[in-house]
């Protein structure tokens, strides 16, 4: 069967079903990523990034040539094989990016397999541009996002105070007497970020320069973006200082991104030009980034059209993942009974609490299941200690716990102190209580925060350890319920900090014995309720 008198129409129809297949098998992630495109302008960019890798596969087509012997394929096939695992992991765990990037996995294995190595070579920078197209998991991107609007306001603050006016910035609110600037998500600069990235590699790619310099132009993309975002929202304040705060919304403000972005570019075209100088190359604008002439050359070359083995093993690969995924797409998370948080009681011992609520906009950002909150007080003493759990009782599909640490910046707050804490004395779930201890300030007020993730039975401190489980008994438990629990009490400018680690221990006495009935453990009894009373 292996000929290289084979139709070339029989071979392209067997690559062609193949690729359908792959389509099909992985559908569910394809049309999240579609959908996280359509509805994120982050990753609005993300319908070109397929089309330009075509397009770049294609103008390189003369130097590619299907491979004819199995052996030559079986490296493919060892790389599909890779992704179709990763793609079963992240079906259990129902992570959509996991399947996302097995897709992509899978996808370079099949060119391997058609093309040989030889033909991975030529086409490995192509398809590793796919990488911009799969949106970043949530818990990264909120990360990413709140780091970058506390850099972005700093910077935006200098560049207003050095228009000698007098601006005073709380996290990321910008206070400018008779104007409040909320830096909120969308002036993060993330929907600059990820598609200059995406310009940048690709410039970077078609730049002909030594390698140091292609990385330099890959690499500027950040603090580009950051600097002309930095750049934008002091300009936005300047703006509102004179004219009043319509000048940061509506049109004005989309305006301003555009530009932003168009600027960016500009200086990202600028800095090729500078390396085009250095390398003692004098090029216009213009042909700074253009397809190598070579490539129309070696273009005019039909691939060879033969038929092997392998397209028939990358086939039954794919039926079989086509299998496994149908198999596993009915698994539902066992949802654990346990109390709602509206009977979460509001007297412990001898403090006494009222019920506080989230406003709408909250909910919404938190996707929580249930959540309590109390601010609990000593009558005798007025020491007060606020109680906040939030609980999940799955997290799937961007619904994740937040972490304190990622929130406490953007309210003004800053961390002057964190580590780990023991006590071995308190036990929640038979295991000695381990907690994250905070002192945050902001101006003249101190506030201590203790806080933990409770995730099916195990205490953990670490963000990332939580998702690290969280894929784990995914697979093993077919769990993904968890909660945050978090105490803060204000500390007095003149009382020692030992002072209000010992009132949080003292109420965390109180505390811990009614927990386990709202937080379920590792041992359940399932149910396939929301809430159980």
């Known amino acids: ?47 070109f990034i397929p089309i330009i890798t075509i397009y770049l596969l294609w103008a390189r087509r003369g130097e590619l040539v299907l491979v004819q012997e199995f052996k030559a394929s079986l490296p493919g096939i060892i790389i599909i094989c890779l992704g179709l695992i990763l793609f079963i992991l992240g079906g259990l765990a129902t992570i959509k990016t996991m399947e996302q990037y097995a897709f992509l996995v899978v996808l370079t294995g099949m060119f391997a397999s058609a093309f040989g190595m030889r033909g991975l070579r030529v086409g490995a920078i192509p398809l590793l541009f796919l990488i911009f197209m799969v949106p970043f998991p949530s818990f990264i991107l909120n990360n990413l996002s709140s780091k970058l609007q506390l850099i972005s306001s700093w910077l935006g603050v200098e560049f207003i105070r050095a228009c000698d006016i007098m601006v005073y910035l709380e996290g990321n609110v910008i206070d400018l007497g008779s104007y409040k600037l909320q830096v909120v ?13 995406s310009l940048a590699f690709l410039c970077a790619y078609l730049f002909k320069g030594p390698f140091w310099q292609k990385l330099l132009i890959f690499l500027s993309s950040m603090p580009l973006t950051i600097f002309m975002n930095s750049f934008r929202i002091g300009v936005i304040g300047v703006l509102v200082d004179n004219w009043g705060t319509e000048m940061a919304e509506g049109f004005l403000h989309d305006f301003e991104g555009w530009a932003v972005f168009l600027l960016c570019m500009l200086l990202l075209f600028i800095e090729m030009w500078i390396f085009s100088r250095i390398s003692g190359r004098k090029l216009a604008m213009g042909e700074l980034v253009q397809i190598p002439e070579e490539w129309g050359h070696t273009a005019r070359r039909d691939i060879a059209a033969v038929l092997n083995k392998s397209v028939f093993a990358v086939l039954l690969l794919l039926c079989v993942g086509a299998g496994a995924s149908e198999i596993f797409k009915g698994r539902e998370d066992i949802i654990p009974g346990r109390k709602a948080f509206l009977t979460f009681p509001t007297t412990l011992g001898n403090w006494q609490g009222r019920n506080d609520y989230l406003t709408q906009f909250y909910l919404n950002e938190l996707k929580l299941t249930d959540y309590v909150i109390v601010n609990f007080t000593q009558p005798e003493t007025r020491n007060s200690v606020n109680f906040y759990s939030a609980y999940y009782q799955s997290q799937r599909k961007g619904a994740a716990v937040h972490s304190p640490r990622s929130c406490i910046p953007g309210d003004g707050w800053q961390i002057s102190s964190f580590e780990q804490r023991e006590f071995n004395d308190l036990q929640l779930d038979g295991q000695a209580l381990r907690v994250n201890r905070a002192i945050i300030q902001k101006g003249e007020s101190r506030q201590l925060v203790y806080f933990w993730f409770q995730q099916r039975g195990r205490m953990i401190t670490n963000e990332y350890m939580v998702k690290w489980y969280l894929f784990y008994d995914a697979i093993t438990m077919n769990r993904t319920d968890g909660a945050l629990i978090r105490l803060v009490t204000p500390v007095d400018k003149v009382e020692d900090i030992a002072v209000a680690d010992q009132r949080l221990h003292l109420f965390l006495r109180d505390l811990l014995p009614e927990l386990p009935a709202y937080l379920p453990g590792k041992a359940i009894v399932p149910v396939h309720s929301v809430l159980a009373g």
């Open 1 to 47: 069967m292996n000929t290289e008198n084979t139709k070339p129409a029989v071979v392209w129809s067997l690559w062609g079903a193949a690729l359908l297949l792959l389509c099909l098998v992985f559908r569910d992630s394809l049309i999240e990523m579609a959908t996280t495109w359509t509805n994120v302008e982050e990753y609005s960019h993300g319908f």
């Open 185 to 197: 998500d969308a002036c993060s600069g993330l929907r600059y970020l990820f598609p200059l990235a």
